[in-house]
């Protein structure tokens, strides 16, 4: 069993930064792909940020390459989100998940555990 908490959501103008945590217990957190998915008023959840265990490779959607960084902390049972240059369509409840293994890293269905959210909102 996985219990997710997510942390660093919050209120900032667009072209800024933040940076959300996912805390994870349990003693397997190592073990576990995690991911990041955002859900907007309205649209359904979607996909932001894939970090396996076994070798760190990492995935991101296309509407956040080279914006967002997600990376991971085993030592500390922490992943985390980079957000820089954000924007308002970024605004949203942003989920942290994990699975132990992930077959297709931007569908939901794949992850077995989730967080409440953080709410990110992007001011123009």
């Known amino acids: 069993q996985v219990q997710l908490v997510e942390s660093g959501g919050g209120l900032v103008q667009a072209g800024g930064s933040l940076r959300l945590s996912c805390a994870a217990s349990?003693?397997?957190?190592?073990?576990?792909?995690m991911g990041w998915f955002r859900q907007a008023p309205g649209k359904e959840r979607e996909f932001v940020a894939t970090?396996?265990?076994?070798?760190?490779?990492?995935y991101y959607a296309d509407s956040v390459k080279g914006r967002f960084t997600i990376s991971r902390d085993n030592a500390k049972n922490t992943m985390y989100l980079q957000m820089n240059n954000l924007k308002p369509e970024d605004t949203a409840i942003y989920y942290c998940?994990?699975?132990?293994?992930?077959?297709?890293?931007?569908?939901?269905?794949?992850?077995?555990?989730w967080g409440q959210g953080t709410q990110v909102t992007v001011s123009s």
């Open positions: 349990g003693r397997t957190f190592s073990s576990y792909d």
């Open positions: 998940a994990a699975a132990r293994l992930i077959i297709r890293p931007g569908r939901s269905d794949d992850y077995d555990y």
């Open positions: 970090i396996r265990w076994i070798g760190g490779s990492v």
